[in-house]
């Protein structure tokens, strides 16, 4: 079975800041992950996606992401906090035929002035 | 080009009723999923369609039922409405088993 694992419901960061977002899979195979951000009122961006060809995965928007397989964790990062980052960001794994999403419960990011 | 849109975008309907949510995927997808995101939740699968078939499903029950039409084009029918069943459904198209999904905005349903 396939599952991911947000860590932390609520981040806050100070403009500026580094952003770090955390997600553990959870995968009896090599997994395709994906972190989406969600807008108020708006459905969900692909903000990037890691597909085995290079762990370390850059996105829209500045965001990057690290496939690390030794602690099965795909985290989020920026290395600068802005404004317009104040989102709902979620972690997401596919299953093997790409037919089914796995999202997690999501991370609230809050960016304080 | 018009990405993923969905109709109604809000929608309050009373316990027992039925209801039809539409959506229209990204020019060239042929392929539309649904998912029930419930207020503080990340979205959960409910079914997808390819082909004008109900390819894989989730853990939903059986009021929960869809359709493709062959334009590409779905509707999610939910019957006999629970209080529970409020949430913001959204749809979602890829082309194909591309593993890429493009959201809509999402229909927010009110069960009162």
């Known amino acids: 079975a396939q599952s991911v694992t947000q860590l932390g419901s609520h981040v806050s960061v100070s403009e500026g800041a580094l952003v770090l977002l955390r997600c553990n899979y959870s995968s009896s195979v090599p997994p395709y992950l994906f972190w989406y951000v969600q807008y108020p009122n708006q459905g969900l961006q692909l903000l990037l996606k890691?597909?085995?060809?290079?762990?370390l995965v850059k996105g829209i928007n500045g965001f990057e992401a690290e496939f690390k397989k030794s602690e099965t964790s795909f985290h989020l990062t920026k290395p600068s906090a802005h404004m317009s980052d104040a989102a709902e960001y979620f972690c997401?794994?596919?299953?093997?035929?790409?037919?089914?999403?796995?999202f997690g419960t999501g991370t609230s990011l809050t960016v304080i002035p | 080009d018009a990405g993923v849109t969905q109709s109604p975008t809000h929608l309050i309907k009373t316990r027992g009723q039925q209801v039809t949510l539409r959506c229209s995927p990204k020019?060239?997808?042929?392929?539309v999923s649904w998912y029930q995101q419930a207020l503080g939740q990340g979205p959960q699968f409910i079914f997808q369609y390819y082909e004008e078939e109900e390819r894989q499903r989730g853990n939903f029950p059986d009021r929960f039922s869809g359709h493709q039409f062959p334009n590409y084009s779905s509707e999610l029918n939910v019957n006999a409405l629970l209080l529970g069943d409020s949430a913001l459904y959204l749809c979602a198209s890829s082309l194909a088993d591309s593993g890429k999904l493009f959201f809509g905005s999402g229909t927010q349903l009110s069960v009162l």
């Open positions: 890691y597909t085995s060809a290079a762990t």
């Open positions: 020019s060239g997808h042929d392929t």
């Open positions: 997401a794994v596919i299953t093997n035929t790409g037919n089914q999403f796995y």
